[in-house]
């Protein structure tokens, strides 16, 4: 069997002056879902968090229920038309060869949200029509960057961001904007980063951290921290006309991806350059010093 291609490395940060947007490209259909050598292990941790901590990364409101349906017909058929060689369907099952897992589809054995979570390393969140904004309605949310599901569900997406710095000024307006009119067909996609000192995937808190940590360093500050960075896509659900957001996580160990003296100062200025709030909303103040210590002397 083919084997699976290897993670790819994002490194969405640049220098200069701090510009907070949406920052959005298209993205061809046959890349809007990642699938990549990390898919063993991400799913093996999906499976373990739906078992063991099921309220805290699954939830769904009355009235996604189109919408979560709709989900699982375009993630299945998405997966057999694209990874053939992984993934085939047998008129109502799906067969997961990377996993050796047989799902039925119709009905499925789980709710149709869940079910999609189960085959992707993407996390997927609905979002639907309201009078006051597009809400947020439904998740399967295994991989959260220090947010809580049930602290968001059932929220205008103003009000999901509302604890992040400027996100009320300059994004709320464009991103309801982009909800109401994305195209069914149309691929959108973003990069979202920041650097913490925990590589676990599922993180449900650890904003606003103060106070320095005195383990991390500028000479170990490469191997104890990581970019973390999110690859977020925006779709259409045609028949429920609802957005499916997708998350994919990707968590690097700094060391490994800040690879050359350019790359290095470019993440020193992108640091260098967030508004205060940002730095304290990240918790970068707890190892900040340490953090641009390294990227000075990689980068020099």
Known sequence: MTSLPEEA????????????????????????????ARYQDEMRQRRELLAERHDEVFAALPGSEDARAETLELVAA??????????????????????GETWTLAPPACD?????????????????????????????????????????LGRPLAAVHGPVPLYAERLARPVDRFMRHVKPGHVAQRLNWSVMDD??????????????????????????LNLRVERQTLRRLPRSDAVLFGIRVHVYPLARVIAT???AARLAAAVRSL?????????????????????DRAGA
């Not at 200069?16 to 993205?27: H, I, K, N, P, W």
């Not at 694209?82 to 085939?88: A, I, N, S």
């Not at 590589?199 to 191997?223: D, V």
Request: charged fraction near 20%; include cysteine.
């Open 199 to 224: 590589p676990a995937l599922f993180q449900i808190g650890g904003h606003w951290r103060g106070g320095i940590n005195p383990a991390i360093t500028a000479e170990n500050a490469g191997e104890t």
């Open 112 to 152: 149709p949200l869940e079910l999609a979570g189960r085959l992707v390393q993407e996390d997927l969140c609905i979002i639907q029509h309201a009078e006051d904004g597009p809400r947020f309605t439904a998740a399967v949310l295994c991989f959260p960057s220090r947010w809580r599901l049930h602290d968001k």
């Open 9 to 36: 490395i994002h490194l969405p940060f640049e220098a200069g002056e701090f510009r907070m947007s949406m920052s959005l490209t298209a993205a061809p259909d046959s890349a809007w879902l990642e699938l990549d």
């Open 261 to 263: 003296p350019m790359v």
């Open 275 to 295: 508004p205060a709030e940002l730095t304290r909303y990240k918790s970068l103040g707890t190892f900040n010093d340490a953090l641009l210590g390294w990227l």
């Open 78 to 99: 998405h997966l057999e038309r694209t990874y053939p060689t992984w993934f085939h369907r047998d008129d109502t099952r799906l067969h997961n060869r990377l996993t």
